[in-house]
């Protein structure tokens, strides 16, 4: 499936700006963590299905780890959802399709 729904976020002017209005999640991976390539395809279709109602994006920790620090993320796959710009919940580790969509609507 197509990531296409889903933004690629490479700096911290970025993040800031995609999280500042509506309800966003964020997906902080890295290229080598396999949980994190299997996580993919879920949060893209989710992203698909909940399109205009919930923004996703990922953001690569190895390649924007200011952000990543800024935020406590220690581990990957981590799910931020953000609401104008706050964060309201947080999920770690590797999950299933229907655990995504509950935690993206959550808000």
């Not at 800024?70 to 796959?77: C, K």
Request: charged residues 30%; hydrophobic residues 45%.
């Amino acid at each position: 499936m197509s990531e296409s729904s889903v933004q690629e976020v490479h700096d911290d002017e970025a993040f800031k700006a995609l999280i500042k209005e509506g309800v966003t999640v964020v997906d902080f991976f890295a290229e080598w963590c396999g949980p994190c390539r299997s996580l993919a395809p879920v949060i893209a279709s989710v992203a698909q299905e909940l399109s205009g109602q919930v923004k996703f994006a990922k953001l690569d920790i190895d390649k924007n780890h200011v952000t990543a620090k800024e935020l406590h993320v220690t581990s990957v796959p981590t799910l931020i959802l953000f609401k104008d710009g706050e964060e309201k919940n947080r999920l770690v580790g590797l999950r299933d399709e229907n655990a995504v969509k509950d935690f993206a609507l959550s808000v």
